[in-house]
């Protein structure tokens, strides 16, 4: 029985990741699903709250399936009148990062939340699946959707918008969209350079520097009334088109927006894989969440590496590598099962992630000594913990702001991720 169960999910993988079935199933737009997600440290609550057309759809249309496994969440779409799965993909949000803070532990709170897949030309099944502390999938919402239904709002904002490098079409492509942030009309010259030196960065940097090909540039030019964002620990307000700010959970460098509605809002202007914001001002600070958004500030010293740090995150699902930190978590991950972040380890499970890149000489766990410190190894410390996760390099750029780029393992799952989003 569990072979014919196997053989069966093989079949399904195998019948949606074409160019026909995604002419089959989908539109050329995209269907955006509005959610708040809602709870405390022990318990989370779904609710729908808006449905969305959009005019574009920016992502692969032969890799409808995502079989890398990234993700606290991830969200699946069957087609009603066959029960076939058509579309999948992986997610995190601020709301599970939220309940890892010892806030949780006291209050209820809510976030926004957004999922996006092709626009359906029939009625779906669309389920949301939380990732439990074992590790496991465990199935928290479903609604049936019809794509017919007039309630479904086709409005859009009016962002103007520039194309900063074209290679093709964008189901070919990497769409990257930089959206701007605490920029007022006055200061959209310098929003676009500041984009502008950071993509130029970008493409410095290993594995990035070899797949400028595949990838497509947008700019979305989303005014603000000031310029900067909020400090709240300084009491500085701004009023911004994103509505961004320092002190996320408490800490003052993590830089974030929880306006998520606004942030999907202005990206929808143009085809994108991906977003990037950036905020127009000089204090240390980011942050990135996978298949969310990445966010950086722009002047300050450490802008260029902050942001493909972040990137990292955001992008290709890679953990922080530090282990001695002020991150406001608790209890983040569980040391008894391996992380789903590509490079981090607790070597329960360690043969699926980068034992192949090892040389046999090089022991397991690896010592953080200098003879080591260009080497692919096993490292004790990593995802904000010193004992029982393992990271891959000595330093990285996931670790700390030193190293110019990324370790082979981070370069690795960056790659494999642009291939994932451009074929």
């Not at 940097?205 to 030019?221: C, G």
């Not at 980068?354 to 000594?369: A, N, S």
Request: aromatic share 14%; proline share 4%; hydrophobic share 30%.
């Amino acid at each position: 029985m569990r072979y014919i169960t196997i053989l069966l999910i093989s079949l399904i993988s195998i019948s949606a990741t074409s160019k026909e079935d995604y002419d089959k199933y989908f539109t050329q737009n995209s269907l955006r699903v509005d959610f708040i997600f809602a709870g405390d440290a022990n318990s989370e609550t779904i609710y729908l709250d808006n449905l969305k057309k959009e005019p574009f759809w920016g992502g692969s249309k032969v890799n409808l399936l995502d079989d890398l496994n990234y993700g606290e969440y991830k969200y699946e779409v069957i087609h009603k009148e066959s029960n076939q799965l058509i579309f999948s993909r992986g997610f995190c949000t601020m709301f599970e990062e939220w309940q890892t803070t010892a806030e949780a532990e006291k209050v209820k709170k809510s976030f926004m939340q957004t999922v996006t897949l092709p626009y359906p030309k029939d009625e779906i099944q669309l389920k949301l699946y939380s990732r439990n502390y074992e590790g496991q999938f465990e199935l928290i919402f479903e609604t049936d959707i019809n794509p017919s239904d007039y309630f479904i709002n086709p409005e859009t904002v009016k962002f103007e918008f520039e194309k900063k490098l074209d290679n093709g079409d964008p189901a070919n492509k990497v769409d990257l969209v930089f959206l701007a942030e605490g920029y007022t009309k006055e200061e959209m010259g310098k929003f676009e350079e500041d984009a502008q030196s950071l993509i130029d960065y970008m493409f410095t940097i290993k594995p990035f520097d070899k797949y400028k090909s595949h990838f497509n540039i947008w700019l979305v030019k989303s005014i603000s009334e000031d310029s900067g964002t909020d400090i709240p620990g300084k009491s500085i307000y701004k009023k911004t088109a994103l509505n961004s700010n320092f002190y996320t959970f408490d800490s003052e460098r993590y830089l974030t927006t929880m306006d998520v509605f606004s942030v999907r809002d202005a990206a929808s202007v143009v085809p994108y894989d991906d977003i990037c914001i950036l905020v127009n001002t000089e204090k240390y600070g980011g942050g990135g969440v996978y298949n969310h958004y990445c966010i950086s500030s722009v002047d300050n010293i450490h802008t260029n590496k902050v942001f493909i740090h972040e990137f990292g995150h955001s992008f290709a699902g890679l953990g922080d590598e530090y282990y001695n930190s002020s991150t406001s978590y608790n209890d983040f991950f569980n040391l008894k099962i391996e992380p789903w972040q590509p490079n981090l380890t607790t070597l329960v499970d360690f043969n699926n992630k980068w034992e192949k890149m090892i040389d046999k000489k090089t022991p397991v766990p690896t010592p953080r000594d200098s003879e080591y410190e260009s080497t692919v190894g096993v490292f004790e410390g990593g995802g904000y913990v010193n004992k029982d996760m393992y990271s891959p390099y000595m330093d990285c750029r996931m670790k700390s702001n030193k190293p110019d780029g990324f370790c082979p393992v981070c370069q690795e799952a960056i790659s494999k991720m642009i291939l994932f989003k451009s074929e």
